[in-house]
């Protein structure tokens, strides 16, 4: 799912245009209960409110206009070289070794490489990724399957039913809307890797969990669940990284971002987002560094403001998932545990402005002007002392 944070920069590098016909739009996700009341609404986007609509695409798809425009740039990608280690790090180069062998070296070493991230050892040695409680299960069916009632929004659009067994998970996800995915989000006792991995190969034990009570679903579930592709069957237990102190090495050659620095639950669509906004202020930060930005101010900045935006992320992941709890669930919980957008019930919209609009430029142009003025300061006392 990308949304307005991310499509923003998107837009800013050229790529929107070459995707953006590429997946499909929306902009309201609708929680409904068991007999098809709207009991409340999350926006992934909407264009009025925050300039761009949600877009569910294919990663592979954005992976390849991606990798097309850096090429174009005269950027090698390599596929045939596994990272192992760092073998040294002085404060201006950073040396690392390959699964083959080979060593290079570089003046900056960026770990984009997920929740279980190798790179991220090098700060990190014993770090283990935290299970959340919670597993989402998924596979794709065409929309021809779906017995849609009366009162559900055309076009469709993704839905929650939360009802006794859960949270049933629905909408499409191709550029024709032809085909719908389809996932449950229950709780479940923490396993460990072996046994996810078996749990991913055993469809049947899939499709059993998918089905799992089913004769509490609506009719629409019933029907989606009718006949279950068992190819494309997928299973996803919600891990998050947790808080971590540094993002980069003490030296500050080696980085860490997106879900190897701070994995988020996909409850609120947020993981990809996330990432861009890691990197593109980390690159607005590194072709502004100067004798007054130095590289481990600059870092310091960016961790410190980007782990704002994350906690804020975090917290609004966790109510999600709690929003997705059966009702007899949630009825236990305290109050302001659950997201509620009062702000799309009474028609204004708007309260998700904070995450969708983060204007990330003018952050970066106001700590650089403090920091300039600053050193100035510095300069103008450094004078005055030589004078006396």
């Known amino acids: 799912m990308l949304s307005p944070n991310g499509l923003r920069i998107l837009n800013s590098l050229g790529v929107y245009d070459k995707i953006r016909n590429k997946g499909y739009h929306l902009e ?25 609509p949600g877009l569910r695409i ?40 390959f699964a083959d062998g080979s060593n290079e070296s570089a003046s900056l070493l960026v770990g984009a490489d997920g929740i279980y991230s190798r790179v991220r050892r090098h700060l990190y040695p014993d770090l283990v990724p935290k299970y959340s409680g919670f597993v989402a299960v998924w596979t794709a069916i065409p929309i021809s399957q779906l017995r849609i009632p009366p009162g559900f929004e055309r076009p469709l659009s993704l839905n929650t039913i939360v009802a006794k067994p859960g949270a049933f998970i629905f909408g ?35 499709s059993d969990f998918l089905r799992k009570d089913a004769q509490d679903w609506p009719d629409i579930v019933q029907s989606a669940l009718e006949h279950i592709p068992q190819d494309d069957l997928n299973i996803w237990p919600y891990h998050a990284v947790p808080r971590l102190d540094k993002w980069a090495s003490s030296n500050s050659r080696v980085i ?34 100067s004798a007054d930005i130095t590289l481990p101010d600059a ?19 966790t109510q999600m998932n709690m929003r997705r709890l059966p009702p007899a669930e949630q009825a236990k919980l305290p109050p302001g545990t659950i997201w509620k957008d009062e702000s799309a019930i009474s028609g204004e919209g708007g309260q998700l402005r904070w995450l969708y609009e983060p204007r990330l430029d003018e952050h970066v142009a106001a700590w650089i002007e403090e920091m300039q003025q600053k050193s100035v300061s510095s300069k103008k006392a450094y004078d005055k002392s ?3």
């Open 28 to 52: 309201a996700a609708y929680i409904k209960n068991e007999t098809g009341e709207t009991t409340d609404v999350y926006y992934y986007g909407h264009a009025k409110l925050y300039g761009y």
């Open 386 to 388: 030589e004078q006396a």
């Open 299 to 317: 870092l310091a900045f960016w961790q410190t403001y980007r782990q704002e935006r994350v906690d804020k992320v975090l917290e609004l992941a």
């Open 58 to 97: 294919y990663r592979q798809i954005l992976i390849q206009e991606l990798l097309t425009m850096v090429r174009e740039q005269g950027v090698t990608v390599n596929y045939d070289t596994k990272f192992t280690h760092i073998v040294t790090e002085t404060k201006s180069n950073v040396e690392f070794a």
């Open 256 to 289: 860490i971002l997106g879900d190897a620095a701070h994995a988020i639950p996909p409850s609120a669509g947020q993981g990809i987002n996330q990432a861009f906004e890691d990197i593109y202020l980390l690159a607005s930060l590194i072709s502004r560094l």
């Open 172 to 206: 499409p996800q191709n550029f024709e809307g032809s085909e719908v995915m389809i996932g449950v989000q229950r709780r479940f006792p923490e396993q460990d890797r072996a046994e996810w991995e078996r749990m991913l190969a055993a469809k049947d034990e899939l």
